[in-house]
């Protein structure tokens, strides 16, 4: 770009405000626009496809019951493909030319990382409805996904004392699976136990014989799966082939890619994942989610824990604008600082923390049985999403826009 | 010792089995025939998915994996005579052309058949060997890789059909001049190719996730595996596979996955640099 131009497109920029807040009075009167990024092909589709459902689901009622403050709900939907380098194109074309209110986006955490930058130098508002590594401290997002605290801090002492204390993990070699396994090692050494052995595999990987036997020869009493999309998924029909039989420990599976209803049985037995929703979950909430969801769109394969957050999303979204009256987001963090933006939904009462813009979490283990059934057998409740706000990281006050990790923690 | 042995033996031929395996069908058809294919990977899948849903609707394993390596293979001649066979000599054209292939059947697999399918279980059970255990139906593919090998070679070396294809493939004036129909045996070779490459989604159905992009999984390792090679299969891609299978077994086991990986890139930068025909155009260097 020229200083010409830039200069142009600064002046064309500042018209372009006066003129956004003259008519933001008349602007009320249109739809809200929601941006849906989401992967609907690719390596991430099946477990990503029931999200834009879910956001679906969420509108349409949402606009039945008379919109979002008088406002219809209007979704602008493109398909990311799995690719990062389409949330980067489709994130400054739904920011930039769809102008939108807000965006819904993201399965993979590199696909987070990738758009996070585009959303900040627009100032726009963005919901990552996925459970992931945690430490995102950035006002223009907000997560409704769970985070290791809520995942792994439940998951990882109740595995130790129910099996033992030497542990194996196995990781997808991205941001998402090294930040995650660093917290598996931290919270293993907090409670007394051993790490036998870390293995990061690169995503695409589909044959793991090798790392089957170093993990038999590592003689773990469970193994932490922290595997993503359709390829690593392998590794389960694998590991039960070669009679492996170690239980096993994730906050991704099941919960998000329904591997026990994919997969023969008993491949995923023994499976323990710490999710805030699937579609086993036993209660009336979550019966009558179901039941609406599989009414509106009923070859939906599974309802899983993105699906219930994005709903969940939609609905906060609601609430934050309603109550500010506006889709203006500073006034929307303001409704957030204030702590009590909460929503009842299929998972039971969630509310958005304040200084992370994280959600708390009803958090329920599910047990994968040898047929494939689920049993719960422990709840966590209202497990708030401490560890940012405690770490320092406070998004009343300021604005960092980074991600942290308990070896990078935000400096005081 | 003897498990510690063993467990070696079995992860080298493991991954040698795979190699072969996943990279058959791509040796006759670039190797051999030198069409650049990009839909090989939908060639697998396609035999993967024919594979699951025969098996689930109750035909025994084995023959539901020839029912996909079939269907592959039919699937493949249709598109030989449709479309391949138009550009054979504009070689950028056909990949154009057979990307756009691939991703019509990617994404047409995903609208039609959803974004995953279920899987059909390995059977055969485990066994177990000081301490580790192992899955038997993967002694079973590397005893099907071997075989595979044997068998090619028989069928190119010591056929009628298989000294026509390779007479055609290398002068095909000189074949037509003998009375041969080219065009036919060019079906028939791509045709081969899809099968085994629908073979090997068959094999492995089993024993992966099946979903609309799994074929891809198998491209790196095939294409390396070719590209090592050389032009003749038996003399190049075999011995190739067996040298990428110690040195991916031996990286595994010592540094995990990334460095397998790691070590078969290194690999194939190494031998294109020092032998540019491949491991095939190395040994065969005397005979020209």
């Known amino acids: ?412 | 010792m003897f498990a510690t042995a063993f467990s070696f033996l079995y992860q080298f031929g493991d991954a040698f089995a795979f190699l072969v395996i996943a990279s058959m069908g791509l040796a006759i058809i670039f190797g051999m025939m030198g069409v650049i294919n990009l839909a090989h990977g939908e060639f697998i899948t396609c035999g993967a998915y024919v594979t699951a849903t025969l098996a689930q609707k109750g035909l025994p394993l084995p023959l539901a994996i020839l029912g996909g390596a079939a269907c592959a293979g039919i699937i493949g001649m249709i598109l030989e005579i449709t479309i391949i066979r138009r550009l054979y000599h504009r070689p950028l054209d056909s990949i154009v052309a057979t990307w756009g292939i691939s991703m019509i059947a990617t994404q047409g697999v995903l609208i039609v058949l959803g974004s995953t399918m279920q899987g059909v279980g390995t059977p055969l059970g485990s066994f177990s060997v000081g301490g580790y255990s192992y899955s038997t139906y993967r002694l079973v593919l590397m005893a099907i890789a071997v075989l595979l090998l044997l068998g090619l070679y028989l069928l190119f070396y010591h056929t009628r059909f298989g000294v026509i294809a390779r007479a055609t493939i290398q002068l095909p004036r000189m074949a037509r001049a003998t009375g041969v129909d080219t065009s036919r045996i060019y079906t028939l070779t791509f045709g081969l190719g899809a099968a085994l490459a629908g073979l090997a989604g068959g094999l492995y159905a089993p024993t992966m996730t099946l979903v609309p992009t799994m074929g891809s999984t198998f491209i790196v390792e095939s294409f390396v595996t070719v590209v090592i090679g050389g032009g003749d299969i038996f003399m190049g891609a075999a011995p190739a596979a067996a040298i990428l299978a110690v040195i991916r077994a031996g990286m595994t086991a010592w540094q995990g996955q990334l460095f397998g990986q790691i070590g078969l890139l290194l690999t194939v930068i190494v031998v294109i640099r020092l032998m540019p025909g491949g491991l095939s155009g190395w040994l065969l260097r005397g005979r020209k």
């Open chain 1, 1 to 412: 770009m020229t200083f010409r131009t830039r200069m142009a497109s600064a002046l064309r920029l500042g018209c372009a405000a006066v003129a956004l807040s003259a008519t933001a009075a008349l602007a009320q009167d249109g739809p809200i626009r929601i941006g849906v990024l989401e992967d609907q092909s690719g390596d991430f589709a099946a477990a990503t496809m029931v999200k834009v459902n879910a956001i679906t689901l969420a509108a349409e009622e949402i606009n039945a019951a008379g919109g979002i403050g008088g406002r219809p709900v209007e979704l602008v939907v493109y398909d990311t493909q799995s690719d990062n380098t389409r949330y980067q194109e489709f994130m400054r074309r739904v920011l930039q030319s769809d102008k939108v209110d807000v965006v819904f986006a993201g399965f993979s955490s590199a696909s987070r990382e990738a758009y996070r930058p585009i959303v900040n130098q627009f100032d726009g508002l963005a919901f990552y409805n996925n459970q992931y590594e945690g430490g995102v401290c950035d006002a223009n997002m907000i997560v409704t996904g769970a985070v290791p605290e809520q995942q792994f801090s439940t998951l990882i002492p109740w595995m130790m004392e129910t099996y033992g204390k030497n542990v194996y993990t196995i990781a997808a070699d991205y941001n998402f699976g090294q930040i995650s396994a660093e917290w598996v090692r931290k919270i293993v050494e907090d409670n007394g136990g051993t790490m036998v052995g870390e293995e990061f595999i690169p995503l695409g990987v589909s044959q793991f014989s090798q790392t089957i036997q170093n993990i038999q020869g590592a003689k773990p009493d469970f193994v932490v799966t922290l595997l993503v999309g359709a390829a690593q998924a392998s590794y389960y029909e694998q590991a039960a082939a070669a009679n492996v039989g170690l239980p096993m420990a994730s906050s991704v599976n099941v919960g998000q890619g329904y591997e026990h209803k994919r997969f023969t049985p008993p491949s995923l037995k023994d499976m323990y994942v710490t999710t805030n929703y699937i579609e086993e979950v036993d209660t009336p909430e979550s019966k009558a989610f179901i039941e609406k969801f599989r009414a509106r769109f009923p070859d939906e394969p599974y309802i899983n824990q993105e699906a219930a957050n994005s709903y969940i999303a939609m609905y906060l979204y609601k609430s934050m604008v309603e109550r500010a009256g506006t889709t203006d987001h500073a006034a929307l963090r303001a409704e957030i600082a204030k702590g009590d933006v909460c929503f009842d939904g299929p998972s039971g009462k969630v509310c958005l923390d304040p200084k992370s813009q994280h959600m708390s979490h009803n958090i329920f283990l599910a047990k994968v049985n040898e047929d494939h059934s689920i049993e719960f057998p422990k709840v966590w409740e209202n497990i708030a999403p401490y560890w940012l706000g405690e770490a320092g990281c406070d998004l009343t006050q300021n604005d960092p826009s980074e991600q942290y990790t308990p070896s990078n923690p935000p400096t005081k």
